[in-house]
Every structure is written in structure tokens, then in C-alpha cells.
């Protein structure tokens, strides 16, 4: 998958890719990326053309870096692959739009130029807007009263004619023109929608509508009971131009459930100066009809044209600035540190139906479970200390993980009471997403004869052991660390958070031998497929000795070889650079190194003094370039190494349980669970989460709450205020807690 492709170390025919891949397109990279994507220009160079391979997502964008001598990242290659969509897009509606005009006999050579040269939908559409079919409209009618010439007259504005006078040779009753008002009036109609379609006009008035329009948002009549939650927009004006996407998704959401009215509104007398600029020649009484046609216009049809696309546009950017934030918490949430290899014993906790207990092995296979009820009665709570210890005991429990749902703060501290021979660390895990496992069919396949509970407890442990392998398990959607996701564009949502996953996965790289399914399918050139070809023939054939017994997996070729190898480890393995992200296809290049040092490609590994006295240079081909040849280097200084933070023990401030155990001014600890455009939402153990406004994240102006907390971080808070009606916390990262400072002023 191309989102994964330059998180390989050495990816091999990759990195051929993106230089040969945009031929069939007959496109240049430099061209793509300095005029055609929102970076600069410099960041490549050299003229690389080549096609973008067309097909699945298994299809490879590859050798960029080393073609043009730069490091191009994940980043860079899926906003070509996105901007090159975008492309085609265009193409494919500059095709049908064509084949309309030349259908109705409106093409010409002029407008075939300027349609082939139009670069963005925006100015596609209004050069076909005056050609495109459409419903009898108000012009429509008065051109079929013969009302034209007059219209052409007026627009003319010959100071000498009288419209009056002109106006009646076009009365005619038959026609339905009563009247000399009844003719001037349908020419205006046709000077309105000529004025309305006009390119120039368009173009102008759709800056202004960007530059200086602003949202309005009334509560509609008689819901301000039932749209409460909406109350902050009851009466709401905002500039278009700075609009964030969190408000904008707002005030659309209580728009879409009839709760609010929501306007675009332009300063009007400035869009109508600026028509009449284009438009209006003078003063005479032509020029006055004109006007009036061009008051009409804007109004009726231009006005409203223009908050149509400003509401469509601005929702596009909404939806990729929330889905950036989702996938931002996303990667956040699936690079959380790992537990390891550790026995584990898990918790989901209950009061009335009981805990579920499991315990697991290192590998994360269950072992046993069973259900223990200490929040019923002290009798009841004593027994279950026995049996947790006895539990403990016979499985060589190193690790206790407590789900954070209902009971969980209760649980974990008639945890940590129980007196263990050894001590062993109690952790809160943050079990989102856990039940819809649960029932799923991934969780069915995996213990067939477990009910749901075991299998909500079972991901709890592992979650705990391995964030990653667990959750890709789960659609993204429903871990809950997204922003207005069910309002956003579900396909680009689903394809940004796959990007995600595969980013994440390959940048970590999978254990075959001890991989799921769900895992390996997001490995770059496998799939589900693959997936479980592999599975079956590990399960057959016991575990892969080697990357190359990879290629004995039924259809698995070479090209899924080329593209998964680098990702895939193999622990303990005969060649140990089957354990690092080095690729097969460069192996030989690390021989060469080892061979002209006269040592073992595992003493290569060990030694840095030998690494250092490898010459780079030396080893340039037309095929393996600088970049690729460090990347090398550095990956055989920590061969396979996890990229994920080291695990930190964390536990929450004993006592506060619930959120009428908070109270103003408190210190706490907390993890950050979800971070926004308005700031960061912390977990401090009282099932509730806190808000700290991105006003309350730091000491100094913030911009963007990412560049201040992530996801999973552990931070310390301070309450600012407890509401308990609306079961909401306010919290403060600051030094001071609740003073505030705006984007200009300075410390003192």
C-alpha cells in the first residue's frame, strides 16, 4: 500500500516507483508537486517522469527518493496520490462536458481551449454553467417570448436609446408580453442570468463570498428545548474565511436535524459594486434597467449560487481538517507504548453481573478465565482476593489490566488492596471499541466457544500488550478518538484512517510467525487474502524459518513478496537481517559491506566501529542511492527496532472515582484520550473525561492542540470548574490555571 510504501527501510523495487510511475499519465513529478500540490516546488528536483500504476492499492509507488536524491515521505506521496485523483477527477468531468457541448452544437475551438485549460472544478463548471441544460427558468420564458434583441439592446447602453420606447415593438399579447413593463421585465431576466453566468462575474464574487461572507445561525422557532445542545449557535454570526471546521460541522449538524437555520450572507452593496463594474457603462436610462437587472440577479440567483459552493467547499474542509484530526489520534492511539511479552491477568469490570477475569500467556492466548463479584458484599469481595491470588500464583501473573468502563475505578482499587506475595503493577486500560470486538466476527473466529465477555477481557490484556495488534481488529471508526465522524465524508474518512493503520503497522513491522490476520492484512502488498493464506500454511507447516519461505505461500507472488518483505520479521532467524526492516532485495548490498570488511553480516550488526567504516559512496548504484544506503546503516545499528514508546506504569489519584469526587482546584493525573481543534479531552478516572480548552493547554499562544499533547499522553491537570447537571469537567495544563492570553500579546 502506498501509504506505507517509504516506511520500509529498504523497500527494494519500491523505491523504483514514483519515478516510474506517472508515464501513462504523461505528467511530470516536478510539475505535479510545484504546480499542482500545496508545497514547494523545490523539494524535488531533476525532470522524473514516469506513470502513476493504476489498479489496487496493492500497486507500488516506488524509487523517487533515490531517482531525484531526496527523502520523500509517506506524507508527500499520498498527497500526490490524492492530488492525482483529484486530477483525474477533473479529467473525467472536463470529458462529459465536452460531449455535452459538442452534442448540442455549442463547441467551438475557443471554448474547447478554454475548457481543456481549466485547472479547477470551480472554473470548469462556470465556463459550462451558460451551456448546460437546464429547467425553464425566468430567462428562458422571456427568450421565448422573442424578448432577446431587447435584452441585447439594453446591455448595449447606447445613451441615445429609450428601453421604454424599445420596449414597446415587443408587446404582444399572444406571447404573454401585456405590457411595456412586462417586456423590460423579461429582458432584465435574461440580463440577470447572463450577469449570474458570467465567468468574470463568478469568479469575483465567489472571492468576496470567501474573503468576507459570514455564517449565521438562528435557533428555529420552537426547538429551543429539543436542540439545546445547540444553544452556543442559537444566535451565532461568524467570518467564513476563519471559521474553524469543529464550529463549522456544528452549525451543518443542527442544520441537518432542523434545529437551526444556517445563511451565508456576503456584504451586498460591495458584490453589487463590483457587478456593476462589469457590467453597468454609464448613466443613462439603458444603464439604469442594468442595475436593476443586476440587483435582481445577485439575489436571486448569483447569492444563492454562492452559498451554495461556500457551504460545500467550506464542509470539504471541515471534513479533511476533522479527519486529519481523527487520523492524527489514530496513529497516536495505535503507536501507544506496548506492555510486551508479559503474563497478564484482565479485568472487565462490573457491579451487578461481575467482573470477568482472564488470564493470558506472554503470546496473549487465554489461559482461563472466570467472573468474581467484590463489589457486592465484603464476604463476597474476600473470597475474590483469594482467588485473584491463587490465580496470580498459578499463572505467573506479571501484569493486572483493569478496563476503565463502569466499575473500573472500584476494580482497580480492590486490586491494589490485595496483598501479593510479589508486586505486581495494576494499569487501567482504556477498553473503547472493546465490546463491538466482542461480538464481532473477528472475535467468533477466535474463540468460538468464549462468550462475549471473555472476549471483551481477553482484548483488554492484550490491548495492554500490544496496542497495535489489538486495534486494528476494530474499524477505526469505533475506537473514539474522531471529531464529528459520522458527519464527515465516510470514504475519505475510511481511506485516510486505512492509511493510518498500514502507516502504523508497517512502520512498527509484524512478527509472522505470531501475527493475526487482522494484523498482516495491513502490511503493504497483502490483504485478506494473503492474510490468511499465510496464516493457513504457518498453521500447517509450523512457523517460517526464513523471509524467502514466504514465496511458498500459495499466491503470494513475487510482486506481494517485493512489497511486504521489508515490513514482515522473522524472530531468531538463520540470516539475521530477516529480523530487521532491511529488504531482501538489498541483502546482497550488506554483504557486499560485510564481505569488504572482511566480517560475518552479524558482526557487522554488533559492531559500530565496523558500521562506521563502511564508505556509502562505494556502494551507489543506478538502483541504490544515499538515502537508501543510510537508511541501511541505521537499520542495522537496531534491527527490528519498535519504534513505539517505552511502557510507563500509570494510575490515577486514589479516591476520585466519580466525578462528584472532583473538586475545583484539584492537581491530577490523567491521559489525554482525544485531542480536537479546541483542545484536548484528559481521562482522570471518574468516567467522565475533561475538557482543557486549547486556551488551557499551555503557557503560551497554541495554534493547533497537536503541537502540545497527543493522544495517550500522561499529563498533570488542574479542575477549573465541575458542573454536574451537564457532566462536565473543565481542566487546565497551565502553570496559572485560567488566566488566558491572546495570539499577540506577550509574557511579561
Given amino acids: 500500500n502506498d501509504a506505507g510504501v517509504t516506511t520500509a527501510i529498504l523497500t527494494g523495487g519500491f523505491e523504483r516507483g514514483v519515478a516510474a510511475a506517472l508515464e501513462r499519465e504523461g505528467v511530470s513529478v516536478d510539475h505535479i508537486v510545484s504546480n499542482r500540490l500545496p508545497m514547494n516546488g523545490d523539494e524535488l528536483t531533476g525532470d522524473v517522469e514516469g506513470p502513476l500504476i493504476e489498479g489496487t492499492k496493492d500497486d507500488a509507488l516506488e524509487d523517487l527518493a533515490d531517482d531525484v536524491g531526496v527523502d520523500l515521505d509517506e506524507t508527500v506521496i499520498t498527497a500526490i496520490r ?25 463547441l467551438t475551438d475557443e471554448l474547447k481551449a478554454a475548457v481543456c485549460q481549466a485547472e479547477t472544478m470551480a472554473i470548469l463548471e462556470d465556463i459550462y454553467l451558460p451551456y448546460r441544460p437546464k429547467r425553464r427558468t425566468r430567462a428562458t420564458i422571456a427568450r421565448e417570448k422573442g424578448l432577446e434583441p431587447l435584452a441585447e439592446l439594453i446591455l448595449a447602453q447606447d445613451p441615445a436609446a429609450d428601453p421604454h420606447a424599445a420596449a414597446a415593438d415587443y408587446v404582444d399579447p399572444e406571447k404573454g408580453v401585456e405590457s411595456v413593463d412586462d417586456a423590460l421585465a423579461g429582458a432584465r431576466d435574461i440580463i440577470a442570468e447572463r450577469v449570474s453566468e458570467d465567468q468574470q462575474a463568478r469568479a469575483r464574487i465567489r472571492d468576496l463570498f470567501f474573503r468576507k461572507a459570514v455564517f449565521r445561525s438562528k435557533v428555529a422557532k420552537g426547538k429551543e428545548e429539543d436542540g439545546r445542545k445547540y444553544e452556543d449557535y442559537f444566535d451565532w454570526e461568524e467570518p467564513v474565511a476563519k471559521a474553524p471546521s469543529h464550529r463549522i460541522l456544528a452549525m451543518r449538524r443542527g442544520a441537518n436535524e432542523d434545529v437551526l437555520r444556517l445563511q451565508v450572507n456576503a456584504p451586498q452593496e460591495q458584490a453589487l459594486r463590483i457587478l456593476e463594474s462589469l457590467f453597468v457603462k454609464g448613466r443613462s436610462r439603458s444603464s439604469q434597467q442594468v442595475a436593476e437587472a443586476i440587483a435582481d440577479g445577485y439575489k436571486r440567483l448569483l447569492s444563492p449560487s454562492m452559498e451554495t459552493e461556500v457551504l460545500v467547499e467550506t464542509k470539504r474542509r471541515a471534513d479533511q481538517e476533522a479527519i486529519r484530526v481523527f487520523a492524527d489520534n489514530l496513529r497516536q492511539l495505535l503507536l501507544a507504548s506496548p506492555l510486551g511479552q508479559k503474563n497478564v491477568l484482565a479485568i472487565d469490570p462490573g457491579f451487578r453481573t461481575g467482573c470477568k477475569v482472564v488470564c493470558l500467556d506472554s503470546q496473549g492466548q487465554l489461559k482461563h478465565s472466570d467472573v468474581i463479584y467484590p463489589h457486592q458484599s465484603s464476604k463476597q469481595a474476600d473470597a475474590d482476593v483469594t482467588k485473584i491470588i491463587v490465580l496470580c ?23 491494589r488492596n490485595i496483598p501479593f506475595s510479589k508486586d505486581i503493577p495494576v494499569v487501567m486500560v482504556n477498553e473503547s471499541g472493546a465490546s463491538i470486538y466482542s461480538a464481532s466476527q473477528v472475535a467468533r473466529e477466535e474463540f468460538p466457544n468464549e462468550d462475549v465477555t471473555v472476549r471483551g477481557a481477553v482484548s483488554i490484556g492484550r490491548r495492554l500488550m500490544d496496542p497495535l495488534a489489538e486495534l486494528v481488529k476494530i474499524d477505526p471508526k469505533s475506537i473514539g478518538v474522531g471529531q464529528y465522524q459520522h458527519d464527515v465524508d465516510q470514504s475519505l474518512l475510511k481511506q485516510s484512517l486505512d492509511d493510518v493503520v498500514v502507516s502504523c503497522v508497517n512502520n512498527v513491522g509484524v512478527e509472522v510467525n505470531t501475527a493475526s490476520k487482522q494484523l498482516l492484512r495491513y502490511v503493504s502488498g497483502l490483504g485478506p487474502q494473503l492474510a490468511q493464506n499465510i496464516i493457513s500454511y504457518r498453521n500447517e507447516n509450523g512457523p517460517f524459518k526464513s523471509r524467502k519461505a514466504l514465496m511458498k505461500v500459495p499466491r503470494l507472488g513475487a510482486k506481494a513478496f517485493e512489497q511486504a518483505a521489508g515490513f514482515l520479521r522473522i524472530r531468531d532467524a538463520a540470516n539475521p537481517l530477516d529480523t530487521s526492516a532491511v529488504h531482501p532485495e538489498s541483502y546482497h548490498v550488506v554483504d557486499a559491506m560485510a564481505a569488504n570488511l572482511g566480517c560475518s553480516v552479524a558482526d557487522l550488526m554488533k559492531d559500530q566501529s565496523r558500521r562506521d567504516a563502511v564508505r556509502l559512496e ?26 513505539r514508546r517505552q511502557f510507563e506504569i500509570f494510575s490515577f489519584t486514589d479516591g476520585v472515582n466519580a466525578i462528584e469526587d472532583v473538586e475545583v482546584g484539584m492537581e491530577l493525573p490523567g ?12 481521562d482522570i478516572g471518574v468516567h467522565q473525561d475533561g475538557l482543557v480548552h486549547i486556551s488551557q493547554l499551555a503557557d503560551r499562544y497554541v495554534k493547533d492542540p497537536a503541537d502540545v499533547v497527543k493522544v495517550q499522553q500522561k499529563v498533570k491537570v488542574t479542575v477549573l470548574d465541575v458542573d454536574l447537571a451537564k457532566k462536565r469537567i473543565s481542566l487546565s495544563m497551565k502553570k496559572v490555571p485560567g488566566q488566558k492570553r491572546s495570539p499577540g500579546s506577550k509574557k511579561r
Avoid: C, M, W
Fill in 82 to 106: 490524492d492530488r492525482l485523483d483529484q486530477l483525474k477527477e477533473l479529467d473525467a468531468r472536463r470529458e462529459t462536458i465536452l460531449k455535452s457541448l459538442e452534442e448540442h452544437g455549442h
Fill in 393 to 415: 500464583r498459578k499463572f505467573g501473573i506479571e501484569v493486572i489490566a483493569v478496563g476503565n468502563g463502569t466499575a473500573g475505578r472500584e476494580t482497580e482499587a480492590f486490586v
Fill in 618 to 643: 562505494d556502494y551507489v548504484t543506478d538502483t541504490v542511492g544515499l538515502p537508501t544506503l543510510n537508511d541501511i546503516i541505521q537499520e542495522l545499528a537496531k534491527p527490528g527496532r519498535d519504534p
Fill in 671 to 682: 491521559i489525554v484520550t482525544n485531542v480536537t481543534a479546541f483542545g484536548a479531552f484528559v
